[in-house]
């Protein structure tokens, strides 16, 4: 019986750490500033946009898209110029490309 309840608390915390992410319309409002780069190489995080919810990953570039602010880990604000960003992100087309290439930025998505 321990050792369910203990499996069902890591697996709800394995859930909460999703990053499930809501793109916010005012800078005062989000968690982390980001800005989109037009090239890979400038990156600190590549992206993977996933459909559904439960293919969000653990602070590993998968990102759901939430329809409300409630309902996101983080909340996001996409900056005019790549000078106001905390970090920068790159979208990617295919999953296993997702994934940090800074990992000094990692602390944002925290």
């Given amino acids: 019986m321990k050792t369910l309840l203990l499996l069902i608390s890591l ?3 394995q859930q909460t750490k999703a990053q499930k992410i809501f793109s916010v319309d005012y ?3 989000a968690d982390v500033k980001v800005f989109v780069v037009k090239y890979e ?3 600190d995080l590549k992206v993977f946009k ?3 919810e439960s293919q969000a990953g653990n602070n590993d570039g998968k990102w759901f898209f939430t329809q409300f602010q409630n309902q996101a880990k983080k909340k996001i604000y996409f900056v005019k110029y790549e000078s106001q960003a905390e970090v920068k992100i790159f ?3 295919y999953e296993s490309q997702a994934g940090w290439k800074n990992n000094q930025k990692k602390h944002f998505f925290y």
Avoid: T
Wanted: net charge negative; glycine share 0%.
């Fill in 91 to 93: 979208f990617v087309e």
């Fill in 50 to 52: 996933v459909k559904y």
């Fill in 41 to 43: 190489s400038q990156a």
């Fill in 27 to 29: 800078e005062s409002q």
């Fill in 11 to 13: 697996f709800a915390l």
